[in-house]
């Protein structure tokens, strides 16, 4: 079991910047995945961005040049750096983590957070 705990949503204004951030317990793998969704309101969930153990990085196109997501493996968190937000950002934030399975070849089940809100005003 792994848990996830989010932190640092809240209300800013377009342009204006949050800092997210998730910190990990229980069973973590020494290879996983780390990620951001994100549900806007009546909006299905989406992936923000992800981070692997080994520093991969990918981001979607929405957030590219905006948006950064580190992490620290000694700590097991990882964090959103949100710059120059727009309204179409808000929606509340997940993090997630997969773990891969070495005994079966391949990546285990997804853990998520409760989830932090994020709302931009315009």
């Known amino acids: 079991q792994v848990q996830l705990v989010e932190s640092g949503g809240g209300l800013v204004q377009a342009g204006g910047s949050l800092r997210l951030s998730c910190a990990a317990s229980g069973s973590i793998l020494r290879i996983n995945v780390m990620r951001w969704y994100r549900q806007p309101p009546g909006k299905q969930r989406e992936l923000v961005a992800a981070?692997?153990?080994?520093?991969?990085?990918n981001y979607a196109d929405s957030v590219k040049g905006r948006f950064t997501i580190s992490r620290d493996n000694a700590k097991n968190t990882v964090d959103l750096q949100m710059n120059s937000l727009k309204p179409e950002d808000t929606g509340v934030y997940y993090c997630?983590?997969?773990?891969?399975?070495?005994?079966?070849?391949?990546?285990?089940?997804?853990?998520w957070g409760k989830g932090t809100l994020v709302t931009v005003s315009s």
């Open positions: 997630n983590e997969v773990n891969y399975r070495s005994d079966l070849g391949r990546y285990g089940m997804d853990y």
């Open positions: 981070i692997t153990s080994g520093g991969s990085v």
